[in-house]
């Protein structure tokens, strides 16, 4: 089935008059906001194509539990300055590990709903935000949002409970795994 929808942050698509997906170093999409849900932090875009040589993501919504190991995918815009280029290729993705720290509940923006989130150490940069947080099996477990300033490796990824119950009230399918979380 073709891919119509992507992920990301609010703070993301936050002001944009246009939104596009880049696919590659030469090629990009047009999207809509499909949902926008500034107090978690989330947001779904449709893309004006569908891509049809694209893998969905398979999520976990089983929740994952402290010590969990994880790795961080994302295109942080430092990784740039060692390749010279702007990222944007599959093979120039970014990968960092940690664990699940702490499982918090805390305000993105000042009164609004709050965000559950993993507290994780796995690094995120300027970059990595709406990216996917993987368990062992590769199956998306959060999405990286944010880290706290003036701290090391405390940073945040929305659990992936607060996508799928936006997926489900928009009608969007996904691809959920079979087993529970490693």
Known sequence: KPVKFIVTNYHVIDGADKVSILLNRDNMIEATVQTALPG???AVLRLTTPLHDVEPAV??????KEGTKGYALGYPAAADVLSDMITGNK???TI???IISALQTVPYQSGLQPANVYQINAALNPGNSGGPFVNSRGEVIGINSWGV???DAINASIRVQDLT?????NGIPYLKAQTAMP
């Open 165 to 169: 119950a936006v997926l489900k009230q």
């Open 96 to 98: 960092t590990d940690g």
């Open 40 to 42: 978690s932090d989330l």
């Open 59 to 64: 999520i976990n919504d089983k929740l994952a």
């Open 91 to 93: 093979e120039d993705i």
């Open 149 to 151: 300033n003036g701290a």
